[in-house]
T-cell receptor
């Protein structure tokens, strides 16, 4: 595809339900990032992959959040037992190379999660 | 802990005017300072970025001014156009695009 693709675009979950959010990065991009954007706020870092290796998960807010990228391309962010405070837009971004080369990160349109 | 503070929260500028958005950071180890533009329903898109070894960078109508001693940087949009109406985020990171720390955003509206 031409850009970073995220699905679904919108997700409504009942409190306590598990959800899985998918990110298809730009083909060939090595680095993949997940961010959480609350309404009216800037994105906040969740986790970072270089190929299939999860190099930084310091931003994941609790052990209910889990991300994977098993084959170094598509990534899934899973949230277990969703809570109302999990309601936000979840953004995925990818970049061509490792961070040392300082290449631009391209963002997807995000998945808007609403927990009711 | 808010490591990047952004102001103003919202800004209205007349068409053709100069839009100025300011950011201040706390972590002196930050060495990459990008600005992102976000339209409703879209993800952020990189607009322009600067490293602290220069005090200014200009790309078309967009200029970043950087003051390392004051730990501040700003975005100037010259000849602002209605199409520039969007939310702008400053950000900072160590080394590049990894783990960006974003400001809270500025909603810019350009009026005719």
């Amino acid at each position: 595809g031409a850009g970073v693709s995220q699905s679904p675009r919108y997700k409504v979950a009942k409190r306590g339900q598990d959800v899985a959010l998918r990110c298809d990065p730009i083909s060939g991009h090595v680095s993949l990032f997940w961010y959480q954007q609350a309404l009216g706020q800037g994105p906040e870092f969740l986790t970072y992959f270089q190929n299939e290796a999860q190099l930084d998960k310091s931003g994941l807010p609790s052990d209910r959040f889990f991300a994977e990228r098993p084959e170094g391309s598509v990534s899934t962010l899973k949230i277990q037992r969703t809570q109302q405070e999990d309601s936000a837009v979840y953004l995925c971004a990818s970049s061509l190379a490792g961070t040392a080369l300082n290449t631009e990160a391209f963002f997807g349109q995000g998945t808007r999660l609403t927990v009711v | 802990q808010q490591q990047v503070k952004q102001s103003p929260q919202s800004l209205i500028v007349q068409k053709g005017g100069i839009s100025i958005i300011n950011c201040a950071y706390e972590n002196t180890a930050f060495d990459y300072f990008p600005w992102y533009q976000q339209f409703p329903g879209k993800g952020p898109a990189l607009l322009i970025a600067i490293r602290p070894d220069v005090s200014e960078k200009k790309e078309g109508r967009f200029t970043i001014s950087f003051n390392k001693s004051a730990k501040q940087f700003s975005l100037h949009i010259m000849d602002s156009q209605p199409g520039d109406s969007a939310t702008y985020f400053c950000a900072a990171s160590l080394g590049g695009n990894e783990k960006l720390t974003f400001g809270t955003g500025t909603r810019l509206t350009i009026i005719p």
